[in-house]
């Protein structure tokens, strides 16, 4: 095939070399790369050779870079390492905010803006990865768990009270944890289906709500022999024993007839862990000052009447 050959000339139009190859009349010009684009493209592969020898970059087996999977570059650059030291670096930081918040009252924290704000942000931070899968994002608490917001308390609303708590847990394994517990008065037979009827609707009536007359009269006789050691004559409850106040209209196990029902026929048992092993001293009292903080707070001395 003659119009096949390689013969190479220069174009006589454009007066560039052709590579020799033809078609038809049409003959292919071997134009230089742009020197920019050449002199970039050695370049990358510069970059490339010299980051492979600094960085670690190469896949190795394990072992044969030490315990890690890949060479570890002249700079011995690890991500690892670096989070470790970032994370120094934030506990650093916070240590004088944490020594500060040591033994401070909460009248202390109160008064000074940058405790305060630390409170704020540490509290916050520590919430978020431990409490809020209970106790929800927004400490706002479900059935079962309770809202942190409210001024409404089981076990107490003081600093002190909450920071017990939080170490201690309630009903957990730990040799403090706070613990009572209520009888399964239904399960266990203590009371029948018709008298755990009556005292539903006696406890129902302690809020204000109405039932039959002489149901709640039934119900109270049965209060007042079953109920009382732990919810009080007056059905206000006892925080030394976490015994809820069954007449402020806030419930933690549900409010509707059938819910309090069911409650009272099992015997609620409400479980939260001790975080004392888990957390230490000083994140514990930054969440106990930020639960305070979120509310419902209140006075060591302010206990309601009857406790
Ligand atoms: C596994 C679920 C769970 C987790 C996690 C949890 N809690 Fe609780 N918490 C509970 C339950 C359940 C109660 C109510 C116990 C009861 O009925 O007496 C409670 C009660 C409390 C109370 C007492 C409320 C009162 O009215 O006296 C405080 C304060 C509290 N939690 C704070 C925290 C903080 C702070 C954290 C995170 C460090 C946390 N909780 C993590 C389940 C949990
Ligand atoms: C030994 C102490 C004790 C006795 C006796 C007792 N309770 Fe309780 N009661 C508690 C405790 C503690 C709780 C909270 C348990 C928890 O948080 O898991 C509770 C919770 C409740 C609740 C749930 C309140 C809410 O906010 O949802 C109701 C209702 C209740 N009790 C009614 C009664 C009635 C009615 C009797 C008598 C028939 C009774 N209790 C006897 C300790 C007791």
Redesign the pocket.
């Known amino acids: 095939m003659s119009d096949h050959e390689e013969i190479r000339e220069t174009d006589a139009h454009s007066g560039t070399e052709t590579t020799g190859h033809e078609w038809d009349g049409i003959k292919e010009l071997d134009t230089p790369l742009p020197r920019w684009w050449l002199y970039t493209f050695y370049a990358c592969i510069a970059i490339g050779v010299v980051y492979m020898v600094m960085m670690p970059a190469i896949p190795a087996l394990p072992g044969l870079a030490g315990e890690t999977d890949h060479t570890r570059g002249v700079s011995n650059n690890s991500e690892r390492a670096n989070v470790a030291v970032a994370m120094a670096d934030l506990e650093a930081s916070r240590a004088p905010g944490f020594e500060r918040l040591r033994g401070a009252s909460i009248d202390e924290i109160e008064d000074d803006p940058d405790l305060l704000g630390f409170v704020r942000a540490a509290g916050d931070a520590?919430?978020g990865n431990?409490?809020s899968?209970?106790?929800g994002s927004g400490a706002q608490g479900f059935v079962?768990?309770?809202n942190?917001n409210d001024d409404?308390?089981?076990?107490?609303?003081s600093y002190e009270?909450?920071r017990t708590?939080?170490r201690f847990g309630?009903?957990g394994e730990h040799a403090d944890t706070r613990f009572s517990q209520m009888p399964s008065f239904g399960r266990d037979a203590l009371l029948t289906r018709s008298q755990i009827g009556d005292v539903t609707d006696y406890v129902l009536s302690l809020s204000g709500q109405d039932g039959p007359a002489d149901a709640i009269a039934r119900g109270a006789e049965i209060f007042t022999s079953q109920c009382v050691s732990c919810h009080m004559a007056d059905g206000r409850g006892d925080r030394t024993q976490?015994a809820p106040d069954l007449t402020d209209q806030n419930w933690?196990y549900g409010g509707s007839r059938d819910q309090i029902l069911a409650t009272i026929y099992r015997g609620?048992y409400?479980?939260?862990?001790a975080?004392e092993d888990r957390?230490g001293d000083t994140t514990i009292d930054a969440?106990a000052a930020y639960?305070y903080l979120l509310g419902g707070g209140e006075a060591a001395a302010s206990r309601p009447t009857g406790q």
């Open positions: 520590a919430f431990n409490c899968t209970c106790h079962g768990y309770p942190l409404v308390w089981l076990w107490g609303g009270d909450i708590t939080i309630i009903r976490g933690l609620p409400g479980v939260m862990p975080w957390l969440l639960v």
